[in-house]
C-alpha cells in the first residue's frame, strides 16, 4: 500500500480488501485488523472494505482486472533477482501503460487518472515504514534471532539490546537511533546470515579463524579484493595463515575510507605488483609506486657494451677534410 500510494502522489479514500487473512482475522463474520494494519490506516487515512471469503461478486471488476495484469506483465513469468527488481520492472510497465488508450475513449490512461489525482489524499508527512519493529537482543557472537533464523550485527554492539525492523524483503537492526545492520529476509527456517564486515575487528585479533569463519564463507568479496586474496594465498601455498593475515590488514584498511576508494586501492596495488598492505594504504595515501631496478633475463644480464670513444667522433671529422 505504501508503494502505490508514493507513485500516485495520494492515497485513495476506500481501499477493498479480498480476504486479507495477512492483515487480520476474520472471527465469527467480522474482520479484526492486526495492530500493523491500523497503523497503515492511520497513516493515509483510507477506508478499508473487507470482502466476505467466497462472495466473488463483491469484487466487481477486479478478477478480470487481476488477471488482465498477470496476461500483460507476469507472462512469461518475469525471472529477477529480488522483489526490488521485479517492482522496477512493473513500474516501468505500468508508466508506459499511461500512454495507451482504452476503447472508446479519446484521453490516454495518463490524462484520465491526471484529472482524477485531486481526489486522492495527501501523503503523511512522514513516510510510513510498512515494518514491524521488534526489541532484540544480541548474543554473545553478535546474532540475533528473530523468526526462526539468525542475523548478525557489528561484534561491538555484542549482547547489546537492539530494536528490529521486519520488512516484507529485509531485516534491519537498529540502537535507539542508528541502523547498524541490513540483511535479506530470510526465507527457511533456521537460515543463519552473518556479513563479513561485522566480524573484522574480531578475525583481525584471531587470523588464524579466517580459512573456517561463517561469514567469510558467506562473503561476496569486491573483484578486486578477491584478486588480492587470491595472489596472496598463491604466495603462501602450503601455509595460508600469513595470507590471511595480510588480507585482514588490506580490510581493515577499508574503515575509514569510502568503499569506491578501497577498491580502487586495491586495483592498483595489483597493477603496481604491491599487493600488501603497505602496496595498498600506499595507493590509498597517493605515494608514487616503489622504483625497484628492473630484472633482465639471463642471456640479455650476460652481454657487456663498451663504454663510449670521443676519438671516434674525431676520425669522422678528419676523413670530411
Known sequence: MSAPCQTWGGAPATVWYDNPSGLGSFRRGTFHPAPEF?????????????CTPGEGHEKGLVEGLVGYVRRTYLVPVPEV??????N????????AEERTHRARQTDTVGQRFAAER???APLPVRPFLPCTRHPVRASAQALVAFDGSRYSVPVR??????????????VELWTATTIIARHPRATAKGTLTTDFWHYLPALVRKPGAFANAVPVRQAAFPAEAQAILDALEAAHPGDRRPAHREFLAICAAAADVEPV??????????????VSAAGVRAALAGTPPS?????LPARLASVSVAAGDVDQYSRLLGSRS
Open 88 to 95: 522496477a520492472r512493473l513500474a516501468r510497465a505500468t508508466a
Open 157 to 170: 554492539h555484542a549482547g547489546a539490546a537492539l530494536w528490529l525492523r521486519a520488512y516484507a524483503t529485509t
Open 261 to 274: 576508494r578501497w577498491r580502487a586501492a586495491c586495483a592498483t596495488a595489483l597493477i603496481r605488483g604491491e
Open 291 to 295: 622504483s625497484a631496478p628492473l630484472g
Open 81 to 86: 533477482d529480488s522483489f526490488d527488481e521485479l
Open 38 to 50: 491500523l497503523a497503515l490506516q492511520s497513516a493515509y487515512r483510507f477506508r478499508a472494505h473487507h
Open 118 to 120: 485531486p481526489l486522492l
